[in-house]
């Protein structure tokens, strides 16, 4: 069973979500504001966390980036009204996992959930065979979710995890955008490819210690992991 906490302020709307993914097995624990979720958080250890950005008290992106401080992998599901490619990139800069626009359907709601955790948009195509790679001078641990160097083990999100091992498989060959956006999202959406660009620019970030390896875009196609 899968232990979502959703923070949501709009009642009727949090209650319309408990009771839909309940009828379909999940455990909801419910917060009406940031403050409240975030102590939650901490006492539940949700598998999920699902958040609206606008509420009072502590908004969504201010509880996600102090929970963020001692917490970097239970996913976070934001849930936004706001259309602004800035909004939506900020969210994903202070450690938020995907986000859903208001209104959306619950079966959408649901299906980006199971994602989260790895449960849905697998692509057939792309079965695992290998479980690390040395990428220079790191240690890629793709069922751990673990990048390591010089002893220093830093934990990567399912996310983070599924695009690595797909650029490793690949490497030093064009992964191609769409297919990414197609398994780990459901769709290639123009905010959606933004977020996969928010997410390859973390990769770089915490493969930079080693100035051998570049993760090149290569314009409308997908990206390169190359090794020199």
Same mark, same amino acid.
């Given at each position: ?55 009072? #008290? ?47 359907? +619950? ?46 083990? #830093? ?13 490793? +498989? ?6 191609? +955008? ?26 770089? #970030? ?7 390896? #570049? ?14």
């Amino acid at each position: 069973m899968i232990d979502v906490l959703l923070v949501e302020d709009e009642e009727t709307l949090a209650l319309i979500i408990k009771d839909t993914l309940e009828g379909q097995g999940f455990r909801i624990r419910l917060a009406k504001d940031g403050e409240e979720g975030l102590r939650l958080f901490f006492q539940e250890k949700p598998d999920v966390l699902v958040a609206d950005v606008m509420m009072p #008290r502590m908004d969504g992106f201010e509880m996600v980036r102090r929970l963020r401080k001692s917490d970097s992998r239970t996913p976070v599901l934001f849930l936004t009204a706001r259309s602004a490619v800035n909004d939506v990139v900020e969210g994903f800069e202070l450690g938020g996992n995907d986000y859903l626009k208001k209104p959306f359907g +619950m079966q959408e709601l649901i299906v980006r959930v199971r994602a989260l955790l790895g449960r849905a948009f697998v692509s057939p195509a792309f079965t695992p065979q290998v479980s690390a790679f040395e990428i220079g001078s790191y240690r890629f641990d793709c069922k751990g979710q673990t990048l390591s160097r010089l002893g220093v083990v #830093r934990h990567l999100s399912h996310r983070e995890s599924e695009i690595l091992h797909r650029l490793c +498989m690949n490497r030093d060959q064009v992964t191609d +955008m769409r297919q990414i956006l197609l398994d780990l999202w459901g769709d290639d959406t123009f905010f959606n490819q933004r977020s996969l660009h928010v997410f390859i620019a973390k990769l770089r #970030r915490k493969l930079a210690d080693d100035g051998h390896i #570049r993760i090149v875009n290569v314009r409308g196609m997908g990206y390169k992991l190359i090794v020199e």
